[in-house]
Each structure stands twice: as C-alpha cells, then as structure tokens.
C-alpha cells in the first residue's frame, strides 16, 4: 500500500533527476522532524532539493549562506530598539521558516553553528530570557562542503549527531545529466508545481510515524547495531544513544512511507548508512569515508541470533 | 587422546555387565581369566599399579589360549568360539590406553551382547540385553566426550539415540526378510531337558513327573477341548523284550500325502519347548497336512530331521476320531503281538483261565478292564520295587504304580490275549492358561497309555489309568495331590503355589512369555507376510524387502532432516532466528542456490525464487514471519511452527515434482506466468 507521501517523493523526483535514493531520505527526515546535513560540492542540485521540497509540501522556504562574518543574530533574529514604540522588538531571522536551508554550514564560525544548531534541536530560539517558538514543521536542510576545501570549519562530532541523516548528492547519472543539458534547469519549474500536501498533513503524517511499531525483536537489532558500532575495532567513535534513538526513528519514518505500521529490519538496513555515517569516526586503520564504516559495521551484525 | 579414570571405569563396568550372562555358561577360568585383565587395567588407573609389562600381557594370552586349547581341543562346537570372543573383549582392557581401543571396546560390545542370544533367548534375556545396549550408548556418549557429563545429561543423550534408533529397529524387526543363515554355525551342545525318551521301562517316567518345566504349548483357533480328550501323542512304543518298551527303529515313512484338512477339524499351534528330541508331539488325532521338515512314520509318529534344540512353532490340525484304517498285515501283525510268555508265568496263567481265545477283541479288552477295576489297583507315585518280573508283580503283588505300569502291563496282557497292542508316550490333560489362551504342558503331564488294534476299527486308544484313577484324566493331575503318594513325592511345583495368589502369578509370567514367544521370537515370513497383507492385499512376501528398503530411507530422510535442523538450531538464540532459518531451509529445497546472509533481511529471499506458486507461498510465510516478530501480531508460536512446517512440506514436494518430471514442471511454471 503506498502512503500518502507518495505524490510528493514523485514529484520531487520528476524536479531532481535520478537522486531518488536522496530525495526519499530527504522527505523521511522531514516526516521523522529530522534535518538533513547534505555533505557535497557546490552546483549538485541542494538549493533545488530544498526549493522543491518546500514548494511540493507547501511549505514556506528560507536560505542562509553562511560565510565566516555571519553572526548568530543573522540566523536566529535579534532584539532591536523600537523607537516609534520605545521598546525592544524581536525580529525574526530567516530560522522562522518552515524549511531553511542552511548552505556551507562549514563555512561559518563554530560559535554560529552552535546557535543554529541549537534551534535545530530545541525548536526555540532564545533571547534575553523570551523564548520564541519555531513554526512546525521546522525543517533544516544544511549543506557542506567537503572537508578539503580551504576555509572551513569542520563541524564537531557533537554538532553532527543533531542531524538525522546525512547524504550525499553526487553527480547525476548520465541519462539525467543529458537530461539536464537538454531540458534546461529545472529549477524554473519549481514556480510551478503545485503543492501536493499543505503543513498540516505534514504535521499529522509525523504524529502517524511516531505511532509506529518497533518490536522487541526489532529494537534488539538495533541495539546490536549500536552496541558493534562501539566495540568494533573499525570504529574510533560509535553511536550515541541520539544516535540510536535516531536510527529508530528514520526506521519508523520508513516504515511508513513504504505503507507499513511496523519497522523491519530492512527499513532499518535503509536507513542505517545515511543515519549513521556522520556521526561514526573511523580508527585509523579502519575505512576511510563515515559511509563505508557504516556499511561494513552493516554487513557485520545478524538480523536475528 | 589419553583415557580418562572415568571413560576405563565406565568401560570396564561395561564389560562385566555384558559378560556377566556368559560368564554364567561357561567354565570358571573363563570368568577368572577375563577378570585378571580388566583388574589389571583397573588397578593401573586408580594409580596402585605402573603399567602393565609386555611380559605380563604376553603371559595373559599364552595362559588364555593353553586354557582354551585344554578346555575344547576342538573348534567344531560354537562354545569355544565365543568362549574366545569373551577373552579377547577382556583382554582389551590390557591394551585400553587410547580413544580408539575405546571404540574398538564399545563395538565388541554388541557382538557380545548378541552372544549371549546363542544360550537364551527368552524376554528375560531380552531385557538384559536391551539394559547392554542403554549402558553401552550411554558409555559411548560419554568417551566421545572430552568432559565428564553429568548423569542426567547423559542419560537424556542416550535415551534420545535410542529413541532415534527405535522406529530403524521396528522396521528391521518387521519387514527385512528372515535370511537362512549363510554359514552354518554349529549349533550349542545344550543339554536337553529331560522329556520323554523313546523308551519306556517301569519308573523312568516317576522321575518326569516331578519335572515342571514346560514341555509345550497348544493354543486353538476354536473352541479349547475338554482335558480329558486332550492326549498329546510323541512316541509310539511296539519293541517289547519283557522288561522295557521300545520305538521300531525301522518303521516305515508314509509318503506325504496332499491331504486338506476336514471342516469339523480343529487348527492350532504347537509351541515345542527345546528337548533335544526328534519327535514332534501332537494333539491326537492328526488331521490333514503336517508340517514339512517332519515325516510321518507308519506307527503314527512325526519324526522331525533334526533334533528340537530350538523352540519351534507349528501349525496343526486335529479332530476328534481316528480315520478309519487298513487292516494290518500278517507280519506286521505277527510284531505287534511278540511277546515272550516265558518272562510273565503269573499273567500267562491268568489269561488263560480267562478262556480268552473264545472271547471277541472286544470282549477281550472288557476282560481286561474288568481286572483293572476289581483288582483294588492304586495309583501311585511312589510305587515299591517289583523283585521278579515288573509285569507279574505289578499286576498280581504290588497293584501300586502310575501311568506307565498300567500302560505298559496292559499292553502286555493284550499282547498275550493276541490283540496287536502298543505303548503310546506323550502328555495328557495340561493346564489352560485363561490369560495366554493356551493350554501348557508341562513334563509333570507326560503320560503313557495302550493302543490296541482292533480288526475293522483300526488303533483304539485305552488308557488303563482311568479305569484306576479316573482323576487323573478328568481333573488332571492336580486332583492327584490328595493322594498318599503325594505327600511324600517331591512335589515342588504345586507346594509353591500354595496361595492362589502365587499361582495366578505364575500363570501370569507363562502367559507373558508364551506372548513373547509367540509374536517376537517366532516372527516369522508368514508373520511379516500377514503384516503387509493388512496394508495391501495384493502385496506378497517380496514386498517385505521393498518396504523395509523404502521404510528405512524415509527414516533416515527424517532424521537427517531433523538433524540438520538441530545442527542449524545450535547456533540460533531466539525463536525468531530459529524459524527464519526454517523458512530458509524450506526456500532452499525450491532454489538449492538460494542463500542468506544472517545479516539480510528475510524478504531478501523473495529475490531469490523464481516467481511462481513457490515464491507465492513463500511470500506469504515471510508475512506471517514478519506479522510475528515485527508487527507484534497475536499469533501463538504453535500456530506459527505449524505453518513453518507446512511450508516447507510444500516445498519439498515442489522439489520432488521438479526434480520427478522436469518437463512437467517448467510447462506448469510456464502457465503459470
């Protein structure tokens, strides 16, 4: 039975060609109240992913280019001096949104990470004791520009895990790269689409995948995961509990997107290596990218013992 | 590997228990011989002893085999054999350092056991046996072991083997044709019980009647004949030299005749207890065919070819009245009548002033009885001595005696009237054991009596005991214990019984083993054949070979099956990983190249079969798999292993259909799609 998500996983897929696997991972963290980390070089389809992803789902769609002089009162908002009131007045930054897209995260300063990170996690933002409730869905789609690239500030282990999944755009295949050159950019059609879903069902289809079951059996496969991530010999760093608890929830975000009320251990399988790529460092004599690491721990574990 | 204390001692117990029943057989020093091995071995193990000397081993066997040598000096009996066989199982003690002297120990063990069958095969011994076996398993469980198993554990082993082995051994039990031995083993030198010989002189049956070991059996398909009729005919006695009755060694063998048996004739089995005799006793009078491997003699004995070391079974008919026979040749009449005057004066005399030769037979043998009657004979098991002729003195001083004085001076005396007459052996009466449904008889119901010939009727029995003691016919012998001679007479057998309670034990225990006797150690072709009918009519003999074949494949199919089922479990934790690699296995006998890693999902497997009706099911049971372990269905695990096991019997035979008819199937799989 195809949930009622489907629509917009198709239509997103007729905007981005041939990243289907990233498109579908992309709505899951959005349906799981994830952010997504997008790890990859400019000019690969980010701005249209969360451009696409807004305009399918209805939703109101900000962006951020982070550079080093960006303050966190750039991104969350500030506290300014009225003069015609005589008082202070909150002005919303461009986090107020329903879908933000925070591009070259790493570019900015670690203190700027913090505080959008924070409201990543919180759904607040706080300022001189008045807190300020995000909007729901509150939907972070950050890039990054990979490590090598001169004047970064690599995110820190503890600022990953706030990310429910981590993907990788790539470069599109040769069919919709051809595609691509022919058609022109894609992007221009995105004024067009017309919303297949409104805020409130995303609202209504998250509270439905938190209903989710995740059995005994189920949990204890997880567990095992967790658990080899921290023993294996491959692995410098292994998954937090977040992390755990997150591989729980994208698996139930899954779940229901292929149309079930149960988790199994092929949601789980699916999601594993995008949950848990960006927050695993491998020894140094282990595999060299996060996404190998986790496939190996993946290919290590029993489904059932 | 090293033997463990443990493993010598489990071994060595071992050891004693199964030549504990032969031991019993056979001379002391075999027992004292063996022993010296195995304390030898025992002694080195509890640490009181260095390892045995070549010297002292090389000694064990030079001294074994002296003994054995001096003790047969021939190898023609089968007693030396397993004489030799108990001596060399012993002497492996002397050599039982290492793991496989182990086994070499735990395989001698069943021919030993089996030994002991050569001597005796009653249930007894079959539950000796059966307790050899259980010890024998359970030791080797625990020398295949590299610790020590705790008892319960090794018991439960052991049980679970033989319980593995049970459905094998009833299958070999019931259908694989009895062979006839393909060598000839000589047979044991048992001595035979005492039963009846074929000669009769005064007081040699007085020793029989204190024998109560069984002497046979009669169970009838019908209606069980009263116990006066009941006369169980051995040996027939017409060479009389004054003193002692004898067989006519030269008696004619009739030629076999197809004879079928009348209607109003009676079946039945005779079950003969070994007695080293090779006459076949039976239930007067014979009716139809009699068994083959017997001739039937012209004085109405069945000789068997061989001796009846064995217990035999036969089948039999008997009816009520004698067929009528031809008259007797003058020569044959001429024997039958031989007897010397000279050696009994007193009866000479007496018959002739009994005018006889102007008497017709049968007023003749009136004659007779009327002497029985009025002399004031008595029956008696302790009759005294005769000093002159026996004949003369029983009939006219001492009137005290049994059944073979009466049968035998009655015989003598129609002799002397001119009536062809003769002794008849055998056994009368018997005992019915309501619980076996037989009748049994036992060497204390051997009885003789007098046949005389009469012209135009033919043999005529008269058992010139009844006219004494009617008693003992009509009641059997038991009524006979009120009798004077019984008293003192060594009369174990019934003083043993004193309590009614004793004696149903007894007639128990008979029954038991006459049922033992009857449906395990007489099973025979027939029996297998009868069996097989009760499946199929149309099925024969033959078909015994085809189904014990095809019983023991599947057998071994299943517990394969099993087995590696169980191999697979060992390493799975859960349920859930026990039934994924139950469904694995069933997918695997649709595609054997099917394969999952622990670390797939199940419903990988689904890529795996071609689809179809197959990959249909297999669907369905991965849902029902998944429903279980993930959807967190209610659904009792009963349930759920049912399914499993239904699925892969559905998978199975999806294999055999591929594998029987290639064709068949890729056409049905092409409709399918």
Partial sequence: MPSPIQPVVDQLNDILLGKPEQIWLAVLALLARGHVLIEDLPGMGKTTLAQALSAVLGLAQKRVQFTVDVMPADVLGMNYWDAATQTLVWKNGPVFTEVLLADELNRTTPKTQAALLEAMEERQVTADHVTHRLPEPFFVIATQNPFFQTGTYPLPESQLDRFLVSLSLGYPDSDAEVRLLTEGDRRSRIQQIEAATEPKKVSAFQAEVDQVRVSETLADYVYRLVQHSRTSPQCRLGLSPRGGMALVTASRANAWMEGRDHVLPSDVQRVFVAVASHRLISASHGPRSGVELAEQLLSEVNVVT | ?673
């Fill in chain 2, 1 to 673: 590997m090293m033997l463990s204390g443990i493993k010598v001692q489990s071994l060595m117990a071992l050891q004693v228990v199964l030549l504990l029943p032969l031991w019993r057989l056979f001379p002391i020093w075999v027992a004292l011989i063996s022993c010296a091995a195995m304390l030898d071995r025992l002694l080195v193990t509890q640490g009181m002893k260095k390892t045995s000397s070549s010297f002292w081993k090389v000694g064990w066997v030079l001294i074994a085999s002296i003994a054995l040598v001096l003790e047969y000096q021939s190898l023609l009996l089968i007693e030396p054999w397993v004489a030799l066989l108990m001596l060399m199982y012993a002497s492996k003690s002397l050599e039982l350092n290492q793991t496989r002297d182990a086994f070499q120990i735990l395989h001698l063990s069943y021919i030993v056991m089996m030994a002991q069958f050569l001597y005796d095969q009653s249930m007894l011994a079959a539950l000796y046996a059966l307790l050899g076996i259980a010890l024998t398993t359970l030791v080797s469980v625990q020398v295949n072991s590299a610790r020590v198993i705790r008892p319960q554990a090794l018991i439960g082993r052991g049980a679970k083997i033989l319980a593995l082995a049970f459905p094998a051994f009833l299958v070999l039990f019931l259908f694989l044709p009895r062979l006839p031995p393909l060598w000839a083993v000589p047979q044991p030198s048992m001595s035979a019980k005492t039963g009846l010989s074929d000669r009769l002189s005064m007081g040699s049956i007085g020793r029989l009647i204190e024998d109560d070991t069984l002497a046979l059996r009669v169970a009838f398909d019908g209606l069980t004949p009263p116990l006066a009729t009941r006369y169980i005919r051995a040996y027939t006695l017409t060479e009389f030299d004054g003193r002692t009755w004898q067989i006519d060694q030269a008696a004619k063998r009739l030629s076999r005749r197809w004879q079928a048996a009348e209607d109003q004739s009676l079946g039945y089995q005779l079950i003969l207890e070994p007695n080293g005799l090779n006459v076949l006793p039976y239930l007067e009078y014979l009716d139809g065919v009699y068994p083959l491997g017997v001739q039937r003699l012209s004085d109405d004995r069945l000789r068997a070819r061989a001796p009846f070391n064995q217990r035999a079974q036969f089948s039999l008919n008997y009816r009520e009245t004698r067929e009528v026979a031809s008259s007797l040749t003058s020569t044959e009449r001429e024997r039958l009548t031989a007897i010397d005057p000279k050696n009994h004066p007193r009866l000479v005399s007496w018959i002739e002033a009994q005018a006889m030769d102007r008497q017709s037979p049968g007023e003749r043998i009136r004659t007779l009885r009327r002497f029985f009657l009025e002399g004031e004979f008595r029956y008696s098991l302790t009759p005294p001595r005769a000093l002159g002729d026996p004949v003369d003195d029983f009939l006219f001083v001492t009137r005290s005696g049994f059944c073979e004085h009466f049968a035998s001076a009655m015989a003598a005396m129609a002799r002397l009237s001119d009536l062809p007459a003769r002794v008849v052996t055998g056994y009368q009466g018997g005992r019915y054991n309501e619980m076996g449904g037989y009748v049994e008889f036992r060497q204390y119901d051997a009885h003789a009596w007098v046949e005389i010939w009469i012209e135009g009727e033919g043999w005529r029995r008269v058992d010139p005991t009844t006219f004494v003691s009617p008693e003992r016919i009509n009641e059997g012998l038991q009524a006979l214990s009120q009798l004077p001679g019984f008293q003192n007479a060594n009369w174990a057998w019934y003083r043993r019984l004193d309590g009614v309670l004793a004696a149903e034990f007894v007639l128990t225990l008979t029954a038991i083993q006459h049922y033992w006797d009857q449906r395990v150690l007489n099973f025979d072709r027939d029996d297998q054949v009868n069996l097989v009918r009760w499946f199929s009519p149309e099925l024969d003999a033959s078909d015994t070979v085809h189904i014990a074949l095809g019983a023991l494949i599947v057998l071994f199919v299943v517990i394969a099956f099993f087995e590696s089922l169980r191999g697979a479990n060992r390493r799975a934790v859960s349920t859930a990983a026990l039934d994924r690699l139950a469904i694995l296995r069933g997918a695997r006998w649709i595609e054997p190249r099917a394969s999952l890693l622990a670390t797939q999902p199940i419903d990988r497997l689904l890529t795996m079969i071609p689809s179809g009706p197959a990959s249909n099911l297999l669907e369905s049971i991965i849902a029902d798999y998944q429903a279980v372990y993930y959807a967190g269905r209610e659904i009792s695990r009963r349930e759920f292993r049912l399914r499993i096991v239904r699925w892969q019997w559905l998978a199975i035979r999806l294999r055999l259909r591929r594998l029987a008819s290639p064709l068949f199937f890729m056409t049905s799989e092409a409709r399918m799609r």
